[in-house]
């Protein structure tokens, strides 16, 4: 695995998608208010921290939009995290969690827990956990043979199994405990029925922190150097990169359902802006992830007429062509 360019770039880049992320993000706060005044607003958003009170109607309106924008980029840099494992454990710029089936497998295990009864965010995003790393483990064995393009193909058959097994196991989910077959297919920016995103931004708080801790490491292997000792370190950080894979990627689906190509296009933008090194790709990648579902999310609710456009088909639309263009570009390096 490589980027085009591991010097480090200027920060003006990355400065500028921070900059576009928080405007998009108050405005999707804004987008919410449904009729509410400007000066209502920004009361019951200061009132969120400091307790005072506003109309009953601003707090709800500013309160949803603002669970809404944080749901969207928490589970984004989950995502946008669980990119950049992926493609440092696979050393495979074309991986992404709903390219190699994580993210299928992910829903299959929130699905079934919630067919079982399963109320808690908790148990539902461990049933996910659970299925999330079954499935990167089946793909790794059947890509094992072929890792070159065993990976695309075992992820293919891997995520459509489990985007069957979601249809056919979600009738058995109670309306009220499920956001709905769309929502585990395509995913949505409205979240799931659990509320606030406190066990996604857990889980990508402290899978951020444990791999900050081990840069170096996953430089090492990323290079592929010496044996021995070394085979040792690197097969602890491949276990890492494939627990925190399935836990980020989990969390996320649990919190907007199934969407793709977050992590592809944020482990490339990563890349692009400051190089191959982990300890700078790790803060990029959870910064870039979160803008581009904030993003994603604020187009899904400009576009429909009259409700929301599925989030992942938006993401796919963005991840997509860059997909090809990756693909196509590994076919003429082959020949």
Same mark, same amino acid.
Request: with cysteine.
């Given at each position: 695995? *490589?980027?085009?360019?591991?010097?480090?770039? +200027?920060?003006?880049?990355?400065?500028? #998608?921070?900059? &576009?992320?928080?405007?998009?993000?108050?405005?999707?706060?804004?987008?919410?208010?449904?009729?509410?005044?400007? =000066?209502?607003?920004?009361?019951?958003?200061?009132?969120?921290?400091?307790?005072?009170?506003?109309?009953?109607?601003?707090?709800?309106?500013?309160?949803? /939009?603002?669970?809404?924008?944080?749901?969207?980029?928490?589970?984004?840099?989950?995502?946008?995290?669980?990119?950049?494992?992926?493609? $440092?454990?696979?050393?495979?710029?074309?991986?992404?969690?709903?390219?190699?089936?994580?993210?299928?497998?992910?829903?299959? =295990?929130?699905?079934?827990?919630?067919?079982?009864?399963? @109320?808690?965010?908790?148990?539902? $995003?461990?049933?996910?956990? @659970?299925?999330?790393?079954?499935?990167?483990?089946?793909?790794?064995?059947?890509?094992?043979?072929? +890792?070159?393009?065993?990976?695309?193909?075992?992820?293919?058959?891997?995520?459509?199994?489990?985007?069957?097994?979601?249809?056919?196991?979600?009738?058995?989910?109670?309306?009220?405990?499920?956001? /709905?077959? #769309?929502?585990?297919?395509?995913? *949505? /920016?409205?979240?799931?029925?659990?509320?606030?995103?406190? &066990?996604?931004? $857990?889980?990508?708080?402290?899978?951020?922190?444990?791999?900050?801790?081990?840069?170096?490491?996953?430089?090492?292997?990323?290079?592929?150097?010496?044996?021995?000792?070394?085979? &040792? *370190?690197? @097969?602890?950080?491949? #276990?890492?990169?494939?627990?925190?894979?399935?836990?980020?990627?989990?969390?996320?689906?649990?919190?907007?359902?199934?969407? !793709?190509?977050?992590?592809?296009?944020?482990?490339?933008?990563?890349?692009?802006?400051? /190089?191959?090194?982990?300890?700078?790709?790790?803060?990029?990648?959870?910064?870039?992830?979160?803008? &581009?579902?904030?993003?994603?999310?604020?187009?899904?609710?400009?576009?429909?007429?009259?409700?929301?456009? +599925?989030? !992942?088909?938006?993401?796919?639309?963005?991840?997509?062509?860059?997909?090809?263009? #990756?693909?196509?570009?590994?076919?003429?390096?082959?020949?």
């Amino acid at each position: 695995m *490589s980027y085009p360019d591991s010097r480090p770039r +200027p920060p003006y880049p990355l400065v500028l #998608v921070g900059a &576009v992320g928080s405007l998009l993000a108050a405005l999707g706060v804004v987008i919410g208010l449904d009729g509410v005044s400007a =000066g209502a607003a920004v009361a019951a958003f200061a009132g969120l921290f400091t307790g005072e009170q506003a109309p009953h109607g601003a707090v709800a309106a500013t309160g949803g /939009g603002v669970v809404r924008v944080v749901t969207a980029a928490v589970a984004g840099a989950g995502l946008g995290l669980a990119g950049m494992c992926l493609r $440092s454990l696979l050393r495979d710029a074309l991986a992404d969690a709903q390219v190699v089936g994580v993210s299928a497998g992910a829903a299959v =295990g929130a699905v079934l827990a919630l067919a079982m009864g399963a @109320t808690s965010a908790v148990v539902v $995003s461990g049933s996910a956990f @659970t299925g999330a790393l079954v499935s990167l483990l089946v793909v790794l064995a059947l890509a094992h043979a072929r +890792p070159a393009t065993g990976v695309l193909l075992a992820g293919l058959g891997v995520t459509y199994a489990g985007l069957a097994l979601v249809a056919v196991a979600h009738p058995a989910v109670a309306p009220s405990r499920s956001p /709905g077959l #769309v929502f585990w297919l395509w995913g *949505s /920016g409205a979240g799931g029925p659990w509320g606030a995103p406190v &066990v996604p931004l $857990s889980a990508v708080v402290l899978c951020a922190v444990v791999l900050t801790t081990q840069t170096r490491a996953m430089n090492a292997v990323a290079s592929e150097p010496g044996s021995g000792a070394f085979r &040792v *370190s690197a @097969t602890r950080v491949r #276990v890492l990169l494939l627990v925190a894979a399935a836990v980020l990627t989990a969390a996320a689906v649990s919190s907007v359902g199934g969407v !793709g190509f977050v992590g592809l296009l944020a482990a490339h933008a990563a890349g692009w802006l400051v /190089g191959a090194d982990h300890g700078r790709t790790i803060p990029v990648a959870l910064l870039v992830g979160a803008v &581009v579902l904030v993003v994603a999310d604020q187009v899904s609710r400009w576009v429909g007429p009259v409700a929301d456009v +599925p989030v !992942g088909a938006v993401t796919a639309l963005l991840g997509a062509p860059l997909f090809c263009a #990756v693909l196509r570009r590994r076919t003429r390096g082959a020949r």
